[in-house]
């Protein structure tokens, strides 16, 4: 078929666009409408690559039988609007059936089967505009005309946000608020805050609720709304069902403050039926800071469930008021947060069984630290405080009256659960003492068989290593293991459901026991108050505490290692697993830009780990350590390394420990080197490395040299902590894009710090590329703006980026804050290493983002990248996935104007002195800028992947677009 419609389009196109019409009709007959939408729409693309004037009668009636059955596409309706606007006699008329057309598309199909195309196209304001304009009628009138036909026929839509929008601008809207403005409103009242807001739809509905009237009626200001109406509307509002995981919309809270005085003169409640249905699948988070947005105005809002229908934490939102100051001093609610706060303090509710998340402390064994990192949400309140020190009281009390060994266990979970508020809060040196008082053994020898003895079970736990333990699933591992060697007259049998119920208790019991003497030490440390003036104590698996132990080892007297893998520097640690210096090494200026970026949810916690990175001696380094490589060969299996991860060994000047690194997926497919620390005093390191007593020699070593001081990221921690997050500055990266050439999407992924850069030193892998969707909306960007921006960037190399990162960075880290970003040393760099941008004409850039559009439709094939830094895309992006090459507006935007001054008529100029190509020409002849390769005189750099080379800077008589623009 396609091969005939070929050859009629070339030889009877008539013919062609008849036969087009009568596929479309008999698909739409069969009722196939997709089917029928696309030959329909081909044929009257057939009518236009053959110059054929249609009939716009026989036209008009074609498309409206085709808008009211649903089939006719929005691209067919936006090409028939264009011919009418160029037409010579378009009237008044053929608007008015262009919009009898739209007014039927927009309803749906009349037999109510399943429609293909309907609804409101997003550019329909500019075709209303375009055409009034044509037929020499006023815009605003045609426009609002349009707008009270689809308020007659189905109100307005939050989902067509780009045409309400458009709307919105110029006199249009007013316009429709003075022909009917009880229609208008009712339909804007009728709106609800649903989905997420990642188009515009807050903005859009603030902006009709203010510029309609409906906001001050809501206020009291304008008459029409019955006693009552606004706080049921508030009512809606608030329980719409927003996504899973979200509240209300941030436009809410500011809407419920202006209305709130109003509220509370009618004496009106506002009801939050988020308590009622708390199933883990349909359940809402509670917003109590909207509540006391409310309360504060004296507005009545509904009495709380009991208990805060035990509720998680996670699901009460307290962001944007913190202190809740009239929420708790509402004697209700005041009641059922001290209860709710009792209840996640016990962790008794439901006995692990709450279906919204307030379980059992029995979740957490008495060594473990996954507890609070501080005094967060509820707590941070004068009510919270006050909980906390009354329940301490209250466990306190529990421990002088004495507890058996599973309340023991019990009392240690719960102090595991509240974690960080022991320290921020309760510290207390009398409780200290009475923790430190507790027998462990003693409360453990009355549940074990009469015939172990108590200095038996002492030496027992003593080789117990602290785990993870619950009755139902016993003791595994080298625990389990050590247990049955040590007691072997209660294993029965050789496997693990041989041993037996009995064996499988008394197991169980011995590792809590060893649990709850590492949580009983950590809980004395955290009551213990700090002596004024000593220096904090460290954790004993702190990067710094590690990296001192590596010192001491090679400064004392333990003799070399022989190269037998079973021995090593003293007995295995599993702390030294956690040593991350290859990470932090190579790319602590990244992660400090992607933390002042906004990219990580817990910027303090991001910021912590590089102010602890920047505490160890290898962070500022003086030539004593460096990193050594091995190539791992395929043939030896990693496992006979494993062992290494856990003992440092130490030669005859230095002492060495094999790094357990964390990788990113792509490194798995990769030979991965094997990484050595190594230390030695003075720098006297071994030529042959570490572990030439194993028979290893090194494939590269590199002595570690910091890419900046580490006084600077402990200044940054600090000020992270003092300040807050760093604020988002959209106005520097529109600063950066304008004085580089690139687009506002793709500075801002600079900016950021979102692509993928090499580590310092060449060391490890690359940073991988970060997607950057938290934040987003803060840097005024659209997502497929920042989707497309990544594609654009294929120029910069991991490389350069990392490069580009460190510019970034100011050196005083203060001025992330202050001023932001250092634009001016990155612009510097950026124009040393890729020349001039081209000017951009920037009055032109709205019309070039109205009417240059980014490709769609059948999308090309990725193209093969032979290497990783080579290729930038975002996580779990497959490599041959489809893709458009990216638009960058501005880069086209200036080699358009480039191209224009190269061939614009100039008055006659002297040439340029030993010039060959700039010679003197004639009055009229075009002596624009010439492309820069005719007059460069001197060699231009090569551009990165290309054999192209271009000069980094415009010669004097000749212009050159930048490198970064190609």
């Known amino acids: 078929m396609d091969d005939v419609l070929a050859g009629l389009e070339s030889t009877a196109p008539a013919l062609a666009v008849t036969l087009l019409d009568e596929m479309a009709d008999f698909a739409l007959g069969t009722g196939d409408l997709a089917e029928a939408a696309a030959w329909f729409g081909r044929a009257r693309k057939a009518e236009r690559n053959a ?22 596409s929005a691209t067919v309706l936006r090409a028939w609007a264009s011919e009418l606007a160029t037409w010579d006699g378009v009237a008044a008329r053929d608007l008015d059936r262009f919009r009898t057309v739209v007014l039927a598309r927009s309803q749906g199909p009349e037999d109510g089967r399943g429609d293909v195309h309907s609804g409101i196209h997003p550019q329909l304001a500019t075709d209303i505009r375009k055409l009034a304009k044509a037929a020499g009628l006023d815009a605003d009138e045609e426009l609002a005309t349009m707008m009270e036909g689809l308020l007659a026929q189905g109100g307005i839509s939050l989902s067509d946000t780009r045409f309400w929008a458009q709307c919105c601008k110029g006199r249009a809207l007013d316009l429709l608020v003075e022909r009917c403005p009880g229609t208008v409103r009712t339909a804007v009242l009728a709106l609800r805050p649903r989905g997420y807001d990642s188009g515009g739809e807050a903005e859009l509905w603030q902006t009709l609720l203010t510029r309609t009237g409906t906001l001050a009626q809501l206020r009291g200001e304008l008459p029409g709304l019955p006693h009552g109406a606004a706080a ?9 069902p927003p996504p899973r995981n979200q509240g209300p919309w941030p436009v809410l809270y500011e809407l419920a403050g202006q209305i709130a005085p109003h509220l509370a003169a009618e004496g009106a409640p506002v009801e939050f039926r988020q308590w009622e249905d708390r199933h883990w699948k349909s359940k809402q988070r509670v917003p109590l800071d909207l509540i006391d947005v409310l309360l504060e105005h004296g507005v009545e809002v509904d009495d709380p469930p009991e208990r805060l229908a035990d509720t998680a934490p996670y699901d009460l939102l307290v962001s944007r008021r913190p202190e809740l100051h009239h929420l708790l001093a509402h004697e209700g609610f005041r009641r059922e947060v001290r209860a709710w706060m009792r209840a996640d303090l016990d962790m008794t509710v439901g006995d692990g069984t709450a279906a919204d998340g307030m379980s059992s402390n029995r979740w957490y064994n008495p060594h473990e630290t996954k507890g609070w990192s501080g005094v967060h949400h ?29 309340g023991l266990v019990l009392l240690l979970g719960r102090f595991v659960h509240v974690g960080g508020a022991v320290d921020a809060l309760l510290k207390d040196a009398e409780a200290a003492r009475e923790v430190a008082a507790v027998d462990v053994v003693g409360l453990l020898m009355p549940e074990l068989p009469v015939r172990l003895d108590r200095e038996r079970v002492e030496q027992t736990i003593a080789k117990v290593e602290p785990s993870y333990v619950s009755r139902r699933d016993g003791v595994t591992g080298k625990n389990y293991t050590l247990l049955r060697a040590e007691l072997p007259e209660f294993a029965h049998g050789t496997t693990w459901p041989e041993a037996g119920e009995t064996f ?28 004024p003036g000593a220096p904090a104590q460290e954790p004993p698996a702190s990067w710094r505490t590690l990296a001192l132990r590596l010192t001491e080892l090679a400064t004392g007297d333990t003799p070399p290692w022989d190269g037998d893998p079973e021995q090593g520097g003293g007995e295995p640690d599993d702390a030294w697993r956690g040593l991350r210096i290859v990470h932090f090494h190579g790319h602590a200026e990244a992660e400090a830009l992607r933390i002042a970026g906004g990219l990580l949810g817990n910027p303090g916690k991001g910021a912590a780990e590089l102010a602890e990175y920047a505490a160890c001696p290898y962070a500022t380094p003086v030539g004593e350590w460096r990193i050594v490589e091995y190539d791992a060969s395929s043939t030896t299996p990693r496992s006979r390394w494993a062992r290494w991860y856990t003992r440092p060994i130490r030669t005859a000047t230095s002492a060495a420990l094999l790094l357990s690194e964390r990788t990113p997926g792509a490194a798995y497919r990769q030979d991965v080197p ?7 005093p003075g720098g006297a390191f071994p030529d042959e490395g570490p572990l030439a007593a194993a028979g290893l020699r090194p494939a590269r070593t590199q002595v570690l040299a910091a890419a900046r001081p580490g006084s600077w990221y402990t200044r940054f921690a600090a000020l992270i902590d003092r300040h807050g997050p760093v604020p988002a500055r959209p106005e520097r990266a529109a600063d950066l894009a304008a004085r580089t050439g690139l687009s506002v999407a793709e500075a801002t992924l ?8 090499a580590p310092h030193q060449d060391l490890g892998h690359n940073l991988p590329g970060h997607a950057g969707r938290y934040g987003r909306d803060q840097w005024k960007v659209r997502d497929k703006e920042i989707e497309r921006a990544g594609d654009g960037l294929h120029f910069l190399t991991p490389a350069h980026l990392r490069t580009l990162y460190g510019k970034l960075l100011p050196d005083d880290p203060e001025r992330l804050w202050t001023e932001g970003q250092d634009v001016d040393r990155a612009v510097e760099w950026w124009r040393a290493e890729f020349g001039e941008p081209l000017p951009v004409p920037h009055e032109l850039t709205p019309l070039a983002a109205r009417e240059i559009a980014a490709p769609e439709g059948e999308h090309a ?20 996935s489809s893709w458009w090459p990216a638009l960058r507006r501005p880069a086209l935007l200036g080699r358009l104007a480039w191209a224009t001054a190269a061939w614009a008529p100039t008055p006659r100029r002297p040439p340029t002195p030993g010039c060959s190509v700039c010679p003197a020409s004639p009055r009229g002849r075009r002596t624009g800028p010439r492309p820069a390769p005719l007059c460069a005189r001197r060699p231009g750099r090569r551009w990165p992947g290309s054999a192209r080379s271009w000069p980094p800077v415009p010669d004097r ?4 677009p930048s490198r970064a623009t190609t």
Do not use: I
């Open 51 to 72: 110059g054929r004037t249609p009939d716009h009668t026989w036209l008009y009636t074609r498309c409206l039988r085709y808008a009211r059955a649903g089939a006719l």
């Open 232 to 240: 049921a509307w508030l009512t809606d509002c608030v329980n719409a």
């Open 378 to 406: 509820l707590y941070a309140t004068w009510v919270g405080h006050e909980e906390l020190h009354a329940w301490c009281a209250r466990e306190r009390e529990r421990l002088r009256s004495g507890l058996g060994f599973d």
């Open 504 to 531: 499988h208790r008394l197991a169980y019991l011995l590792v809590m026991a060893a649990n709850c003497l590492d949580g009983q030490a950590r809980l004395v440390r955290r009551f213990t108050p700090a002596t």
């Open 674 to 680: 094997l990484r050595v620390l190594e230390y030695a």
């Open 750 to 757: 600079v900016l950021r710090g979102c692509l993928p850069c």
């Open 861 to 880: 094939r990725r193209k093969e990248h032979t290497g990783e830094e080579n290729s930038f895309r975002w996580p779990r992006q497959k490599k041959r």
């Open 957 to 960: 008589c000749g212009s050159s």
